[in-house]
């Protein structure tokens, strides 16, 4: 607010901060699931001992965070506590660099590439033969596409997402996605067309499953290190790049 001492803004920050943290340690008390109903304001305001406008305004920031959902003439609701916000922040963070400046994507394909490359020898070890028929099945895809010089993002989207599947961790293809969807906004947003070269992404992403259909830890590693080489040698000299 203008002309407010900064003490004064300090310490509402604070009482906003603080009250946000009650009402998330509220949800984890009564073991809240997302989509169940919380107190109302008026309830809030006194088991928080606080003003209607602080319930309000605590209950805003944690929305904008995913992690209540506020139902106008409904309610507010326990949020699905998504990533979402993660991925608005880093598509900000990366956009807000010089626009020839290549280095914020390449952090945020170093990160995958980090991810990726050490969750693949899991992967080798526990994928099953269903698992593997299936990723084949998206890379015939690909390759049909790739034939006919037509770019496949989604298919590329969605051969990462069943790569994992198999670790039965649900935080690894969300957190994976979330860098997927900023790599695509930052390319839209600077108009770098998709991959110019989709027969090539399709044998990157060949490779990668005829390693593991082989069980061969290295050979899966070393096909997923040549994909990420290869997006980042794209993103780095031109424009696009697959996933």
Same mark, same amino acid.
């Given at each position: 607010?203008?002309?407010?001492?900064?003490?004064?803004?300090?310490? /509402? *920050?604070?009482?906003?901060? +603080?009250?946000?943290?009650? &009402?998330?340690?509220?949800?984890? =008390? @009564?073991?809240?699931?997302?989509?169940?109903?919380?107190?109302?304001?008026?309830?809030?305001?006194?088991?928080?001992?606080?003003?209607?406008?602080?319930?309000?305004?605590?209950?805003?920031?944690?929305?904008?965070?995913?992690?209540?959902?506020?139902?106008?003439?409904?309610?507010?609701?326990?949020?699905?506590?998504?990533?979402?916000?993660?991925?608005?922040?880093?598509?900000?963070?990366?956009?807000?660099?010089?626009?020839?400046?290549?280095?914020?994507?390449?952090?945020?394909?170093?990160?995958?590439?980090?991810? /990726? *490359?050490?969750?693949?020898? +899991?992967?080798?070890?526990? &994928?099953?033969?269903?698992?593997? =028929? @299936?990723?084949?099945?998206?890379?015939?895809?690909?390759?049909?596409?790739?034939?006919?010089?037509?770019?496949?993002?989604?298919?590329?989207?969605?051969?990462?997402?069943?790569?994992?599947?198999?670790?039965?961790?649900?935080?690894?293809?969300?957190?994976?996605?979330?860098?997927?969807?900023?790599?695509?906004?930052?390319?839209?947003?600077?108009?770098?067309?998709?991959?110019?070269?989709?027969?090539?992404?399709?044998?990157?992403?060949?490779?990668?499953?005829?390693?593991?259909?082989?069980?061969?830890?290295?050979?899966?590693?070393?096909?997923?290190?040549?994909?990420?080489?290869?997006?980042?040698?794209?993103?780095?000299?031109?424009?696009?790049?697959?996933?």
């Amino acid at each position: 607010m203008p002309g407010q001492p900064r003490n004064s803004r300090t310490s /509402e *920050e604070s009482r906003n901060s +603080r009250i946000q943290r009650q &009402v998330m340690q509220l949800i984890i =008390d @009564r073991r809240l699931q997302a989509g169940a109903l919380l107190p109302t304001e008026a309830e809030l305001m006194e088991d928080l001992g606080v003003s209607r406008n602080s319930v309000r305004e605590a209950l805003k920031a944690l929305q904008a965070l995913d992690i209540v959902e506020i139902r106008h003439g409904y309610g507010t609701y326990v949020g699905q506590a998504s990533l979402t916000p993660l991925i608005d922040g880093l598509t900000f963070r990366t956009l807000a660099r010089h626009d020839h400046d290549t280095g914020a994507l390449a952090e945020i394909l170093q990160v995958r590439e980090v991810l /990726e *490359e050490g969750l693949i020898r +899991r992967v080798a070890a526990t &994928v099953s033969e269903g698992e593997l =028929d @299936r990723l084949d099945a998206v890379v015939s895809r690909m390759e049909a596409a790739g034939r006919s010089g037509r770019p496949f993002p989604e298919l590329d989207r969605e051969f990462h997402e069943l790569l994992y599947a198999c670790l039965g961790n649900d935080l690894v293809p969300q957190l994976l996605a979330a860098f997927w969807t900023v790599f695509r906004r930052v390319n839209g947003a600077r108009g770098r067309p998709d991959d110019p070269s989709p027969e090539v992404t399709a044998r990157w992403h060949r490779d990668i499953v005829t390693a593991l259909r082989a069980r061969d830890v290295e050979g899966a590693q070393r096909a997923m290190a040549v994909h990420f080489r290869g997006i980042s040698e794209r993103a780095g000299r031109e424009p696009g790049g697959g996933g």
